[in-house]
């Protein structure tokens, strides 16, 4: 492959240059969130499934012509050509679509569903590493689930080479399969590292189903990983904690300045002396409840973490349409509605809740580090620890939301810097409906 076109397809370098090119600017410390939001609008355009897809094929296929010159047809074609030699149909269920239409919807559009990944699998040939590249970040969704069955025996097939026949095979044998009332979900109780390592001891077919027979279960339990909402839960109690102290600091601030008011209006005969002053202070203080986390509610998270999102007259954020950046910020905003769902049971958590939760701890620890560099650094490895230990993939600079959040982190004031980008999406977006 010409070295030229390899370039171009490289995302990942052109993310990092842009980040670099942002905040190595003379003009950051002074400009952050201007630069910032012109590198996102500019550099930094959201990376759809259909692009992703598209260069696997090109550097798979080792082609040499220019990529933007190959038409979708090409691709296509290629595609049909492989699920064809690798006996892959179009699809897990019954269908009468083709794969060559299919194909041209899995090229083009933004995302897909999970299954669509490990159809491509068997399809393409991909390994298993591909697969787990192609599910964190080109759909930037955790890797093989170790306790979803289907994702089991696909992690099973792509792991030791086997085509679709082999996994229509287990797939049957699973399906027929009693539910042991004995067993029934026992692994769901894990926590992700756990059963992740209990699969990655199965080494031939009869390991596997006796794996698969202490997930299956009469009802569709839900896959909402165990070690995703602790680290969740652990954030967001830790989220809880700042913004009471963020609450009870500014209470702080109001009664020195009321103090400060009342002393102003005295006559210069009637001036408080420093120990009527701090009497005073000590008095207000006493009739003044101080925020504890247990008082920090969704609400208080969506108007510290989104407070320069508008909202409409009832209080809830404007749609993110609006937004001049709702390509690279979409379902990205932390809501407490989300939230609720979250901490509800009712939505999973995405790579993104717990970027954004570790983004905001880290945004109230400037005093804690010597430099923007070394937050930044240390920023970096506690959200890879998180995310790794969540089977979600590491940091991945190519999308647009990571990058911004590093390049915020890098900032002066992190969570200004956040908020003024936001605020510049709306703003913009406003002026040029204008």
């Known amino acids: 492959m010409d070295m030229e076109n390899l370039n171009e397809l490289d995302f990942t370098e052109n993310a990092w240059e842009a980040l670099y090119d942002t905040v190595d600017s003379t003009y950051f410390r002074e400009q952050d969130a201007d630069l910032i939001y012109h590198t996102l609008q500019g550099r930094l355009q959201s990376l759809s499934f259909g692009d992703y897809l598209r260069r696997y094929i090109y550097q798979k296929a080792e082609m040499s012509e220019p990529f933007e010159d190959i038409p979708v ?3 296509q074609q290629l595609i049909r050509d492989s699920f064809a030699d690798n006996q892959t149909p179009p699809s897990f269920s019954p269908t009468t679509a083709k794969v060559s239409a299919l194909a041209k919807n899995w090229l083009t559009q933004r995302s897909v569903k999970r299954e669509v990944v490990f159809l491509l699998g068997f399809g ?3 390994s298993l590493e591909d697969v787990n590249q192609f599910l964190t970040k080109a759909l930037r969704e955790q890797g093989i689930n170790a306790k979803d069955p289907f994702e089991v025996i696909c992690w099973y097939c792509f792991r030791n080479g086997y085509g679709f026949p082999k996994f229509e095979k287990l797939w049957q044998i699973y399906q027929e399969t009693p539910v042991d009332s004995l067993n ?15 699969m990655y001891s199965i080494h031939d077919d009869a390991a596997l189903l006796a794996f698969l027979s202490k997930l299956k279960t009469e009802d569709n339990r839900t896959k909402v990983s165990v070690t995703a909402k602790r ?3 652990e954030l967001y109690d830790e989220a809880r904690n700042r ?12 009664l020195y300045e009321s103090l400060a008011e009342y002393q102003r209006r005295l006559s210069d ?5 420093d120990y009527e002053k701090q009497e005073l202070l000590e008095k207000k203080r006493a009739t003044k409840t101080a925020y504890t986390r247990e008082d920090i509610t969704e609400s208080d998270i969506e108007h510290v973490i989104c407070s320069a999102i508008p909202t409409d007259r009832h ?3 404007t749609p993110g349409k609006a937004s001049a950046l709702n390509a690279q910020f979409a379902g990205k905003r932390f809501s407490r509605q989300h939230i609720h769902e979250i901490l509800t049971g009712r939505a999973e958590i995405s790579r993104f809740d717990l970027i954004t939760l570790n983004f905001f701890v880290y945004s109230q620890m400037t005093e804690d580090f010597s430099s923007a560099e070394q937050r930044y650094g240390d920023f970096i490895d506690a959200t890879n620890r998180i995310l790794e230990d969540c089977f979600l993939g590491p940091l991945y600079i190519a999308n647009p939301y990571e990058c911004f959040v590093l390049m915020c982190i890098l900032s002066d004031d992190p969570l200004g810097t956040y908020a003024d980008v ?9 002026d040029a409906q204008e």
């Not at 005969?269 to 002396?273: A, E, P, T």
């Not at 936001?422 to 406003?430: A, C, G, I, P």
């Open 243 to 254: 913004i009471a102290e963020m609450y009870n600091s500014t209470e702080e601030e109001n």
């Open 315 to 317: 209080g809830n954020l």
């Open 184 to 198: 029934m979900g026992l692994l769901y109780s894990e926590e992700t590292i756990g059963a992740r390592n209990m």
């Open 124 to 126: 393409l040939s991909m």
């Open 73 to 75: 047809k090409t691709y």
């Open 269 to 273: 005969n009637d001036r408080l002396y």
């Open 231 to 233: 680290h969740f839960d």
């Open 422 to 430: 936001w605020e510049l999406s709306y703003d913009r977006e406003l």
